[in-house]
């Protein structure tokens, strides 16, 4: 579904990508991981079209970034970090303001219903909740009915339960047929959704695989954990005694 080859992105001297290659297969969770700095959003945003590359090649589903801009336009979906959406307007005025952007006449309350919304539909966007907001994004993303979508630290900031009810949500989308690359900060999140994962640090992929492989690869080079690793964690433990029932604001 996506080929890069060679992708390197400088800002004078600086280079912020360094020549890295990949491949995301078509209806798999793709994660891009790293730490501040590391390369990954700019990598994303080239592959948005948000952002011009200084060298290299990327194809999305078949169409060249340089020669094709457009038409990769209307076939991805993009959910940034922060979202300006009109703070005073209803979330069915929002679609419908989408709608009109993409030319499309899809139902508000079916979209808002596939990111459990729908009784949020006369809400104004200013009084949702963190994780309403981080939802509704994302249906913004699927209202041209897109075959990629990305989504740049979508759980950033969400309470356990707002963040495993987005997860649910990404898988979701994944089973429709649609093809996600996601950045996170949380390896629990990128080990839970990614199918596959490339680790970047300092403008270079150092490691590409599925989690599971890469943890076993690191096990076998001998690593072992300080601590026992118990069978559940602080945040399953808050789950269990708040209720997996997503709470709105």
């Keep these: 579904m996506i080929k890069v080859t060679d992708l390197k992105k400088s800002y004078g001297n600086f280079e912020a990508v360094k020549g890295i290659s990949f491949n995301v297969k078509e209806g798999e969770i793709f994660g891009l991981l790293g730490p501040n700095g590391a390369g990954k959003s700019t990598t994303l945003e080239i592959m948005e079209t948000l952002r011009f590359k200084t060298s290299g090649t990327i194809n999305i589903a078949g169409f060249d970034l340089d020669k094709q801009p457009d038409e990769i336009k209307k076939i991805i979906g993009v959910q940034l970090q922060t979202s300006g959406f009109y703070p005073g307007l209803k979330l069915i005025e929002l679609v419908e303001l989408f709608n009109g952007l993409y030319n499309r006449k899809v139902d508000p309350i079916e979209l808002l219903a596939k990111v459990n919304l729908e009784d949020k539909a006369k809400a104004i966007y200013k009084s949702l909740s963190g994780g309403q907001k981080q939802r509704f994004s994302i249906a913004t993303t699927l209202i041209n009915d897109p075959k990629i979508i990305f989504l740049d630290e979508p759980t950033t900031g969400l309470d356990p339960q707002a963040r495993r009810n987005l997860w649910d949500l990404i898988k979701n989308i994944r089973e429709q047929g649609t093809t996600v690359i ?63 029932t997503l709470r709105e604001d």
């Design 182 to 244: 996601i950045t996170t900060h949380y390896m629990d999140e990128a080990e839970y959704l990614c199918d596959r994962v490339a680790i970047m640090d300092a403008g270079k992929i150092i490691a590409l695989d599925c989690p599971d492989q890469l943890i076993d690869q690191l096990l076998a080079a001998g690593f072992e954990k300080k601590k026992e690793t118990k069978g559940a964690n602080l945040e399953d433990v808050f789950i269990q005694l708040t209720g997996h």
